[in-house]
């Protein structure tokens, strides 16, 4: 059974960091690519991932550019989200998800998602 669980979430002043944390179980994290949605308060789920990476290669929101990077550590099955320089328009539900990886593709689509975690929320706020 494959589940998806975030952690790391919380409230940040502007300026701050947050690392969020998306732990796998029935599946392998180097098998799949990730990507991490968010939901904005009052907003619908963002229909593409504000940043996604596969086999090494990220593509990323102009949003997030610069601030945001992912990693993994495969001994822990694990995938992290570092958000750096967090803004306030960055206060949303955190989503991630696994898809599988495709030749000289990483996926931006919510399509190309096969699971999803629950969320985790980060607010941004002084």
């Known amino acids: 059974q494959v589940h998806l669980v975030e952690s790391g979430g919380g409230l940040v002043q502007p300026g701050g960091s947050l690392r969020l944390s998306c732990a796998a179980s029935?599946?392998?994290?180097?098998?799949?690519?990730v990507g991490w949605f968010r939901q904005a308060p009052g907003k619908e789920r963002e229909g593409e991932p504000c940043?996604?990476?596969?086999?090494?290669?990220?593509v990323y929101a102009n949003s997030v550019k610069g601030r945001f990077t992912i990693s993994r550590d495969n001994a822990k099955n694990t995938v992290y989200l570092q958000m750096n320089s967090l803004k306030p328009e960055d206060t949303a539900v955190y989503y991630c998800?696994?898809?599988?990886?495709?030749?000289?593709?990483?996926?931006?689509?919510?399509?190309?998602?096969?699971?999803w975690g629950q969320g985790t929320q980060v607010t941004v706020s002084s």
């Open positions: 998800a696994a898809g599988l990886k495709y030749s000289d593709y990483v996926p931006v689509r919510v399509g190309d998602y096969e699971y």
């Open positions: 029935g599946f392998t994290w180097d098998d799949y690519a």
């Open positions: 940043i996604s990476e596969s086999d090494g290669a990220s």
